[in-house]
Structures are given as C-alpha cells and as structure tokens.
C-alpha cells in the first residue's frame, strides 16, 4: 500500500513567491495534519483536518499560509508571498478514524528554501 | 512554552551501550507515542502506550509510561548503528486529533 505521497520533495523559491506543497494521505484515512520542522522550533503542527473540514488551524504563523482540503484524497499548503523565515521541512500525515488517538502515518516531507 | 520535554537532546555512545531517553510533561496525556526519524523522512512511529506504568518491549528498545500518565521513556539496550535517528515522544488527548511533540532527542550511536 502507498504511503502518504506529498509533492514536490524539494522546492527552491525566491522570496515574495507563491508556493504550493501538495499531500495525498493514505486511502481510507479521514484526519489529514500539516506539519512544520525546523532545527530551532522542532516539528510544529499548522493546522488538521477531519473529513475534509478544517478543524484546527491555530498553528498556522500568519495570513499568508493557508491550506485547502477539496477532498478526502487531496490536501494543499500553500505560501503567499513566501519569506526566508518560511524555509522549513513541511510535513503531512495523515490518520484513520479507527486508530488510536496519536497514531499519525507521515509522508517523506517537502524541504522548502525560500532565498 | 514547550508541552513535552525531551532529554537528553544529543546524545553519543558507543555501540553496545545502554541508554534512556525521557520525556516530561505537566500535563496528563490519554496516550503516548514515541516516533523515530530518520535524515530526510517523515517520523515513522514505534510504540504508543496509553495505561499508567504499561511497559511495552520492541525487540531491544522498552518504553514505559508513568504512573500518572505525564511522563515516559525510552530504554534501548546494546544500541547498534541502526538506532541513530532522531527519537521523537507525543502525546495525545481522547478528546481530540491533534498531538503535541516533543522537542526530539537527537542520538548517534557509533560503531
């Protein structure tokens, strides 16, 4: 079976650009997490989903990210306009309904530099 | 304000040996999970305990969570090469999705 499948792995920007990271979570999982990892402030949660619907976007730094789940095999994170302070390791995972609260499966990450 | 902290942060050790790596919090979680990562991937989880004291063994590695269920930690036992990766603990609410993440302890184990 696929694992979380998230798009592209690597992305150089210039500053003042838009970027999109794309996530699918795996088939039959209904929570959907974006996560950001840095070395100063460690893996950070942005914002989750639950069938489709945004439930928790308090992590989200500031009006410029923002994120998309149009249906239950598809994700965006999106970046506008990009900023330096923004370059990060972004990671997606996903979770079933059945599972055990924690349990989250994560995709390979997108590592984004923004010069 | 870190929710979960990890320490050590770095450790290094000889193959063969014995280490611990714990995890505190103030609050109380309905379980926890620990996570291991590995340079360029995603965490990939290992174990998630979720009475007060269960002890749960994979293979050389023994987790244990407190009593109280606010603390844990990760015994690995003749640590190989293999083991070297960044150890990640989690905790988790029953009454939502989300968890929260430790600050990670980063071990390198040489040969």
């Known amino acids: 079976d696929a694992g979380v499948i998230q798009s592209p792995r690597h992305e150089v920007t210039e500053m003042g650009q838009e970027v999109t990271l794309r996530c699918k979570p795996i088939s039959g999982h209904n929570s959907l997490f974006w996560y950001r990892q840095t070395m100063m402030r460690g893996l950070e949660l942005l914002i989750y989903?639950?069938?489709?619907?945004?439930?928790?976007d308090s992590g989200m730094p500031e009006d410029r990210f923002s994120a998309k789940m149009p249906n239950a095999s598809f994700s965006t994170l999106k970046i506008q306009p990009s900023e330096p302070r923004d370059s990060a390791v972004y990671f997606c995972?996903?979770?079933?309904?059945?599972?055990?609260?924690?349990?989250?499966?994560f995709g390979p990450g997108t590592r984004l530099t923004v010069l | 304000t870190q929710l979960l902290e990890q320490s050590p942060q770095f450790l290094s050790i000889q193959e063969g040996e014995n280490l611990t790596v714990y995890c505190n919090s103030s609050s109380v979680f309905s379980s926890l999970q620990w996570y291991r990562q590995e340079p360029g991937e995603g965490p990939v989880l290992l174990v998630t305990?979720?009475?007060?004291?269960e002890v749960k063994k994979l293979k050389r590695l023994t987790f244990q969570f407190g009593d109280a269920r606010k603390d844990s930690s990760l015994h690995i036992t003749a640590a190989q090469p293999g083991d070297t990766g960044l150890y990640l603990c989690a905790g988790a609410w029953s009454s939502a999705s989300k968890i929260i993440f430790g600050s990670g302890t980063r071990l390198s184990i040489r040969p």
């Open positions: 305990v979720v009475t007060g004291g």
């Open positions: 995972a996903s979770s079933p309904s059945s599972g055990r609260a924690g349990e989250q499966f």
């Open positions: 989903f639950n069938n489709n619907v945004p439930i928790d």
